[in-house]
Structures are given as C-alpha cells and as structure tokens.
C-alpha cells in the first residue's frame, strides 16, 4: 500500500532535517578541532611594547611609580606564560645571530621577557619546571645556551638573590651549560 502524499513529504522534510543536522555537526566539530590545534602565535611586536610601557622616565610620583612597577610585573609574567606556552606547543622561538638578518621585535620581546623574569621573577625563571623545559628546547636544537646570557649576565649584575634559590640558580647554570658564557656569579641573601 503506498504511503499517503502527505506522509511521504513528512518523511522527506525528516529525512533532509537529518542531513542537515549532520551537516551542521560535522562543521562545529571540524571548528572546535580547528581551534584547539591553531598554533599560539605570538605578536613580538605588541609583546616587546608592552614590555616596555609603564617604565618611569618622568614620574617623581612615588604612589605612580609603585603603581607602574606592579603593572610592569604583571606584564612580565603575562609575556613570560605566553612564551612558555608558545615554545610547549611550537619549540623556542628562533633568536639565534646565527639566523641574521632576523625578526628584531622577536628578538628584543624574547631577550627582555627573560631578562626581566630573571630579574623580577627568579623563583619562576629558575623554576624546575623551566629548567626542564630549557633543556628539552636545547636538546631539540631550538634554544642555545647563548640565547640565554644577556638574562644571567644582566640579573647577576643588578639582582642579590635569596639564597633558597641558590640551589636552582645553580642547577640551571650546569643544566644550561652557562658556565663559559658568564662573566659574573649570581650573588646570595638571606631572606625570610
């Protein structure tokens, strides 16, 4: 007995509704997958600015001047998580003067990013976590211990580290391999 007219459309309107159904499916998870493995490009140029914002050439304001120096932490910290998770996801960026001529906001926002956590944030520059990943970048050949000086010279030169942390510092020198990069020796104090 054949299906009455009216069943039949029925039928098809469910019919082309599955398929539409599995059509829009498919492409949100398709989006979502896209999404997940993009790759975290970092802009270099707007991480060096902000870098380098907030520094007190001008203000005597000793409330502004407190203010702008936690914002500069902030912003260290912020840049630093997004060069750790760039370099987790895609390797170290590339700042080797192997590689002239080369991107020179990527290498200034790199080079500042580690200088000033090694300055303003040892306990996390010379965290384990980081030395690990330091040394996995340079046993993969994206990171020299060469890339690294100007943070040790320049931290040792201005920083009086608490000597919990001497432990670490050391252990990043020999893991790093630093030692014939070095013109200095980090000095210790004792903290609370």
Same mark, same amino acid.
């Given at each position: 007995?054949?299906?009455?007219c009216?069943y $039949?459309?029925?039928?098809?309107? $469910?019919?082309?509704?599955?398929?539409?159904?599995?059509?829009?499916g498919?492409?949100?998870?398709?989006?979502?997958?896209c999404?997940?493995i993009?790759?975290?490009? !970092?802009?270099y140029?707007k991480? &060096?600015?902000k870098?380098?914002s907030?520094?007190?050439?001008?203000?005597?304001?000793?409330s502004?001047?407190?203010?702008n120096? $936690?914002i $500069?932490?902030?912003i260290?910290?912020?840049?630093? #998580?997004?060069? !750790?998770? /760039?370099?987790? %996801? %895609?390797?170290?960026?590339?700042? /080797?003067?192997?590689?002239?001529?080369?991107d020179?906001?990527?290498y200034?926002?790199?080079?500042?990013?580690?200088?000033?956590?090694?300055?303003?944030?040892?306990?996390?520059?010379f965290? %384990?976590?980081t030395?690990?990943?330091?040394?996995?970048?340079?046993?993969?050949g994206?990171?020299k211990?060469?890339? &690294? #000086?100007?943070a040790f010279?320049? /931290?040792f030169t201005?920083?009086?580290?608490?000597d919990?942390l001497? %432990?670490?510092?050391?252990?990043a020198?020999?893991?790093?391999?630093?030692?014939?990069?070095?013109? /200095?020796?980090p000095?210790f104090?004792k903290c609370?």
């Amino acid at each position: 007995m054949p299906i009455p007219c009216v069943y $039949r459309q029925i039928c098809q309107k $469910r019919k082309h509704m599955k398929y539409l159904q599995l059509i829009i499916g498919i492409l949100i998870i398709g989006i979502v997958s896209c999404e997940r493995i993009k790759p975290n490009k !970092i802009d270099y140029c707007k991480m &060096l600015t902000k870098d380098q914002s907030h520094v007190n050439h001008v203000d005597t304001d000793t409330s502004v001047m407190n203010e702008n120096n $936690r914002i $500069r932490q902030q912003i260290f910290l912020e840049n630093y #998580v997004q060069l !750790i998770q /760039s370099t987790k %996801e %895609e390797g170290f960026p590339n700042i /080797s003067e192997d590689n002239l001529p080369q991107d020179s906001c990527k290498y200034w926002a790199v080079t500042a990013t580690l200088i000033h956590m090694a300055q303003a944030k040892p306990e996390i520059f010379f965290s %384990e976590e980081t030395i690990s990943l330091f040394k996995k970048e340079m046993d993969a050949g994206h990171l020299k211990s060469e890339d &690294l #000086v100007p943070a040790f010279r320049i /931290s040792f030169t201005t920083n009086e580290f608490c000597d919990s942390l001497q %432990e670490t510092i050391n252990k990043a020198l020999q893991t790093w391999k630093m030692e014939p990069f070095l013109n /200095s020796q980090p000095k210790f104090k004792k903290c609370n």
